[in-house]
């Protein structure tokens, strides 16, 4: 510790300057971070869930939609000439991504393929051979569009008030963020080009990737700088020094210039999750410098000297600042428990940025310090004046205000039954933007904005043509069709019922699955010497798995588990034992797996959190006992935290679940500070209502500085685009808010009860830590014993 | 399918004559055909593998028989002999020399004979994942219409005596930037073709694993094509063929059900 205070103020500008070459350094890995939006991408290689969609979309194709619902005005028809040839003319120009090889399929009323009998005849092909010319086009087309089972409220609606067309990528581009934000671009174009008087709306998983892509740089680039702006404008009336100011925002904006370069370094993107990271770190960052500047202009303000008041801001800060900061590393640190690879970068950079700002706050901070001016220190506008009444109180009433507290709490714990598991894809954007609006459409009209695919495997080459098989995809398709989150189905069934059907001069009595396997076979082959194809994304080349694609509605969490439930229950009863095995995956299927699985996840780190943060404190100062007590406000937080999400009917979701270890990690802090302080007016032999009196005077201003800091930075998420992070953002800053009060209130209250060796340090450990500088000595002896040159005030 | 017996196997069979210039070596290429001068009716046996990628592969074997009548047009009746559920399939097509080509399918297990009435204009692959397409069946290697083409030199390829054929697209926006055939200088085949993207990337390759010999004389023993964007390839061999008269009953829609093959 000597060393460290002796090279801060001997040789700042050393320090500074190595400070400096480390930050350019970082900053030219800068421009190396990207953006990270696909979700099979955020996940473990081995992960069952992602192996069996990377499976089936190596056998099947891409499983990345696109969807453009044309939308007729009120009253209008799809059925006239000029709506249906902008629909031929629409479907033209996607068809060019096909040839660009950046669609696997473009399915639209005006391509896709029907199949017709004509006088002994077979033909398969469009609807129309080509764009209408006349009203007499428009007449057939309407005719066979709503004909056809295929097409009609599949593609076109029966009223004529709209049509869809799907767009399929192909795997190779699939997470390809930079192509399928070309793609919605040209996408974008298209809408533009054609909508009026008819609408378009763009929708499908792969439209919310690039969207939730945009939101996110959109929200870098215009939250950081709002979040700065906060914390200058909290720390500027604080402190009412410009010094104030600059230097615990000069800290997190090197921190965060080595956090982010070290991304860009290591080549990690930032992810729907790590994007808030420049924000968090923002805020929980400059807290550190607070309580650095904050004692050191106590101590200018108390007349010490320049080279003494930093020498001691180090030596008094330097355990709890690291504390607070290593409690709040290992909060995140939890966050690496999860299986959800963005959870986990999210809380290791997070831990890593806020370690880094931890050292400069002891470092650059007071080397700063030590080649400034004294600075005049100003009464501060938020005055801790009353804080000895506020003391006062809490020693003279601690059971009136514990009975307060645990009546509050017990009303926000009462909304922790309301809460609920859910997770909805939807939710992380606002009602009122874009793709929420598409949404919103193709799940009412076109019966569904998401695609699953069930997963049917016989075991066997040839196997999908057994008419056993297919009559059981056919009935678990009408069971599907029957659900209300399910639009329509698709699969190999439809076809050889379509071709058995007009191949049987269109007799109704043979819209069905042929009696045999070569039957099947031969009039597969018909259809596809005929002008079909059994296209990849139906069967694999072997027919040995087929696959079921289902257009559901967004349902979220527990609509689809419900439905997964129901559809394991049908095959369970009805899957014949040629089917050798089954199972459900695609996009809305990973994600909402996959989140459940994290909220799980989290709330298990919840507890990892609570212990190692007990731990830490326990560690760092010395006591069994104050690892414990530092955890009580954190109790009060989180529990609040969880009721008043249930009163509010906030979800826990991907987002939410991670709050409560944040919190955990950030909130303690505060009451890692407060008992420091306390334990230190103790050792000085002052009694309870003076070591709190002494407390509050001089940590209690920093402390609620630093809570608002973080709860207005985290406020400053009210403002993303993403619905998620606004309901994120005003639970974090809540939390502070009662972590902050739960140190303030509940802590100093229960203290009065505890006798002082239960938080006091270790005996034994003492004369080390005071050797290593980390603990103030009570008496000479000890002062001797630990050889602390430099007394502290 | 259709498509590979009606033109697509004058890239496997024919007698092929010395050519001095590109543009005549190249013309030599285009007129060889199915069938030859002198070869009326003809008979021979297919196989073809497909593999994709990430996909099980997949074989096919066909026999065909295909005749020239005088009026010009060209017969062929093709028999599936696998996979073993549709063999037994019958596929006729007449191809008049000028005028639509009309189709059958007699389908064996269903008892049923179909007319195809297939669409003008064909697009995609002729087998799915063969990465064969329609256009390269029906054109063979008929590129003088929309690509010049330069003879670049003499080079031993595969083992093969060939001349090297650059052939550039005449207009824009064709979809091969460059084509280069290496064709054999003693019997005129293409033993390898490469196929240039538009931006200018190796995309596909065609080419010929080994020559035999058989009583019609010299010829490719298979043709490999390979689609190196999507990872697939397919091979179609020849695994017999001879010249001999085909009855006519054979190239008979209402013949089908009732032909011994």
């Known amino acids: 510790m000597r060393?460290?205070?002796?090279?801060?103020?001997e040789h700042p500008y050393w320090l500074l300057a190595a400070i400096g070459g480390v930050s350019l350094v970082f900053a030219a890995f800068l421009p190396r971070i990207g953006f990270q939006?696909?979700?099979?991408?955020?996940?473990?290689?081995?992960?069952?869930?992602?192996?069996?969609?990377?499976r089936t979309r190596d056998l099947f194709g891409g499983q990345s939609l696109f969807m453009l619902a044309l939308v007729v005005e009120e009253g209008g028809t799809l059925f006239d000439l000029p709506s249906l040839q902008k629909l031929y003319a629409l479907t033209a120009e996607l068809e060019r991504l096909k040839e660009e090889g950046l669609a696997e399929e473009v399915v639209s009323p005006a391509n896709v393929k029907i199949v017709e009998g004509r006088e002994g005849a077979l033909l398969v092909g469009p609807i129309l051979p080509g764009p209408p010319e006349s009203p007499a086009d428009v007449e057939l087309f309407r005719q066979k569009a709503l004909e056809e089972r295929m097409v009609r409220d599949n593609l076109v609606l029966a009223d004529g008030s709209g049509a869809i067309v799907l767009i399929r990528l192909p795997s190779a581009v699939e997470g390809q963020e930079d192509v399928e934000a070309r793609i919605l671009g040209y996408l974008e174009d298209l809408a533009r080009k054609y909508a009026g008087p008819e609408q378009i709306?763009?929708?499908?998983?792969?439209?919310?990737?690039?969207?939730?892509?945009?939101?996110?740089?959109?929200?870098l680039a215009f939250l950081l700088p709002v979040v700065v702006a906060v914390v200058v404008l909290v720390l500027f009336l604080s402190f009412r020094s410009v010094w104030g100011v600059v230097l615990p925002l000069g800290v997190v904006l090197v921190g965060l210039v080595w956090t982010m370069g070290l991304m860009g370094l290591t080549g990690h993107k930032l992810t729907m999750i790590s994007t808030f990271l420049p924000v968090v770190l923002v805020a929980v960052g400059s807290a550190y410098g607070i309580h650095v500047v904050n004692e050191y202009f106590q101590r200018i303000?108390?007349?010490e000297e320049r080279k003494e008041a930093v020498q001691a801001t180090i030596r008094e800060m330097v355990v709890p600042v690291l504390g607070a900061a290593v409690t709040t590393a290992a909060g995140f640190l939890t966050l690496l428990s999860s299986f959800l690879v963005p959870t986990r970068e999210f809380g290791l950079f997070s831990a890593l940025g806020v370690m880094t700002c931890f050292f400069l706050s002891i470092l650059m901070i007071p080397a700063l310090l030590a080649i400034l001016p004294v600075p005049r220190v100003r009464p501060p506008k938020l005055q801790m004046a009353s804080a000895e009444k506020f003391a006062q109180l809490l020693a003279s009433r601690p059971v009136g205000v514990l009975l307060g507290v645990l009546l509050v709490l017990g009303l926000l714990v009462g909304g922790i039954p309301r809460l609920q598991v859910e997770s909805d894809v939807t939710r992380f954007f606002r009602e009122e933007s874009p793709v929420v609006q598409g949404l919103r459409v193709v799940d009412e009209r076109f019966g569904g904005s998401q695609e699953l695919s069930i997963v049917i495997d016989t075991g066997r080459r040839d196997g999908l043509k057994d008419p056993e098989v297919l009559r059981f995809m056919d009935r678990l398709q009408r069971f599907l069709e029957n659900k209300p989150d399910v639009g329509s189905t698709f699969s190999l069934v439809d076809l050889v019922k379509e071709s058995y059907f007009t191949l049987r001069g269109d007799d109704p009595a043979f819209y069905t699955i042929p009696e045999t396997s070569r039957a099947v076979a031969q009039v597969l082959l018909l259809f596809e010497m005929g002008g079909g194809e059994v296209t990849r994304s139906l069967a694999t080349r072997d027919f040995r798995l087929g696959r079921i694609s289902a257009r559901v509605r967004s349902?979220?969490?527990?609509?689809?588990d419900a439905l997964l439930r129901t559809v394991e229950e049908f095959v369970a009863r009805e899957k014949p034992a040629s089917v050798v095995d089954w199972y459900v995956t695609g996009s809305p299927s990973l994600y909402i797996q996959l989140s459940k699985k994290l909220i799980a996840s989290q709330l298990v780190s919840l507890g990892t959190s609570f212990g190692a943060v007990g731990f830490i404190v326990a560690v760092l100062l010395l006591s069994l006992g104050a690892g414990f007590f530092v955890l009580i406000p954190l109790l009060v937080a989180v529990a609040g935290n969880f009721g008043i999400m249930g009163y509010a009917g906030a979800y826990l979701d991907i987002a939410t679940a991670m709050i409560a270890s944040l919190t955990v990690g950030i909130g303690v802090d505060y009451a890692v500070h407060f008992l420091n302080r306390y334990r230190n007016a103790r050792a000085s032999e002052l009694p309870h209502p003076q070591a709190l009196a002494e407390t509050f005077r001089t940590s209690g201003r920093a402390i609620v500085v630093n809570a608002l800091t973080l709860a207005l930075g985290f406020l400053v998420m009210l403002l993303s685009r993403f619905g998620a992070l606004n309901t994120f953002g005003w639970l974090v800053a809540t939390t502070m808010v009662t972590s902050m009060l739960g140190a303030l209130l509940v802590l100093p209250a229960i203290l009065v009860w505890v006798p002082e060796g239960v938080y006091q340090p270790w005996p034994a450990l003492r004369p080390l830590w005071i050797k290593l500088g980390l603990l103030e000595a009570a008496n000479p002896e000890e002062k001797k014993e630990g050889k602390d040159e430099t007394p502290r005030s | 399918m259709k498509?590979?017996?009606?033109?697509?196997?004058?890239?496997?069979f024919g007698v092929w004559a010395f050519a001095q210039t590109a543009d005549e070596i190249l013309r030599r290429v285009e007129e060889q055909g199915f069938f030859g001068t002198g070869r009326e009716s003809l008979y021979a046996s297919l196989a073809v593998t497909i593999q994709e990628r990430g996909q099980p592969q997949v074989d096919y074997a066909f026999r065909v028989w295909a005749r020239e009548f005088p009026d010009g047009t060209v017969k062929v009746l093709l028999l599936y002999a696998a996979p073993e559920d549709v063999a037994g399939t019958l596929f006729l097509a007449h191809v008049p020399k000028e005028g639509a080509t009309r189709m059958w399918l007699y389908l064996p297990e269903l008892g049923l004979v179909k007319e195809l009435v297939g669409e003008t204009e064909r697009r995609g692959e002729f087998l799915a994942g063969s990465g064969i397409t329609y256009e390269d069946i029906s054109k063979g290697f008929s590129y003088r219409a929309d690509y010049a083409s330069e003879l670049s030199g003499e080079e031993v390829r595969d083992g093969h005596p060939t001349w090297r054929l650059e052939l550039s697209p005449k207009t824009p926006g064709l979809e091969w930037s460059r084509i280069v055939l290496w064709v054999h200088r003693e019997h005129a085949f293409v033993v390898r073709a490469e196929f240039y993207d538009r931006e200018g990337k190796l995309s596909r390759i065609l080419s010929v694993p080994e020559l035999v010999t058989d009583a019609l004389g010299t010829r490719p023993a298979a043709l490999r094509v390979e689609d190196l964007g999507k990872g697939s390839w397919a091979e179609v061999r020849i695994l017999e063929r001879e010249v001999g008269a085909v009855p006519d009953a054979y190239f008979e829609p209402t013949n089908l059900p009732k032909l011994q093959l």
């Open chain 1, 301 to 303: 303000a108390r007349g």
């Open chain 2, 3 to 12: 498509r590979l017996v009606l033109s697509g196997l004058l890239v496997l």
């Open chain 1, 201 to 219: 709306y763009i929708s499908g998983d792969a439209a919310f990737l690039v969207y939730v892509n945009r939101y996110m740089r959109q929200d």
């Open chain 1, 37 to 54: 939006a696909d979700y099979s991408k955020m996940l473990p290689e081995d992960d069952p869930v992602v192996a069996q969609y990377r």
């Open chain 1, 3 to 9: 060393r460290l205070t002796r090279l801060v103020t």
């Open chain 1, 555 to 560: 349902v979220g969490l527990s609509g689809y």
